[in-house]
């Protein structure tokens, strides 16, 4: 009774919760997986256990997948003496880093203190991929002024940023 308890405890407060027929599916997949390679003397692949269960071959993925223990960002998938090499450097989002976040953050302030003339043609020529002519006639005001304007704004972005 208290080896059912501490399974039932496990089982509800595991990391990842898996669905009682995703696991009923995944041990129909690692019998077929043993018959089969008892069979032919060697592993078999994914089509060929979805074949010999009559099941999609997503399923069979999805099953195994379900049953594969969680695997942490941080544990090491390499150790050359002192160095580990983890999980998470293998990952590593070049796009999202902190100093992408940084200029990101430096650019917003430095077209928040733009007026808002130069904010509105700024975003007329760059988010919304306008003409200088077109966003003349928006505004009101002529090509060569747009123009002005527009660099005269971009060159106090890049001052702020440092550029």
């Known amino acids: 009774m208290i080896a059912g308890e501490l399974r039932r405890f496990l089982r509800d407060h595991s990391a990842v919760r898996v669905s009682r027929s995703m696991r009923d599916t995944a041990y129909r997949v690692l019998?077929?997986?043993e018959k089969l390679t008892a069979e032919t003397g060697r592993e078999p692949d994914v089509e060929q256990i979805a074949k010999a269960l009559d099941i999609p071959r997503q399923d069979v993925v999805f099953a195994l997948e379900a049953i594969t223990d969680p695997v942490s960002l941080y544990d090491p998938i390499y150790s050359d003496g002192g160095e580990n090499a983890t999980v998470m450097d293998q990952i590593g989002d070049s796009r999202n880093t902190d100093e992408h976040w940084?200029?990101?953050?430096a650019?917003?302030?430095a077209v928040r203190r733009l007026d808002e003339r130069e904010k509105r043609?700024?975003?007329l020529r760059f988010y919304d991929g306008r003409t200088q002519m077109e966003v003349a006639k928006t505004v009101g005001i002529s090509q060569a002024q747009v123009s002005?304007?527009?660099k005269n704004a971009i060159r106090r972005i890049k001052k702020e940023l440092g550029n």
């Open 31 to 33: 019998q077929a997986k």
């Open 102 to 105: 940084l200029e990101q953050i």
């Open 107 to 109: 650019l917003e302030e």
């Open 121 to 123: 043609i700024l975003a």
């Open 148 to 150: 002005r304007l527009e």
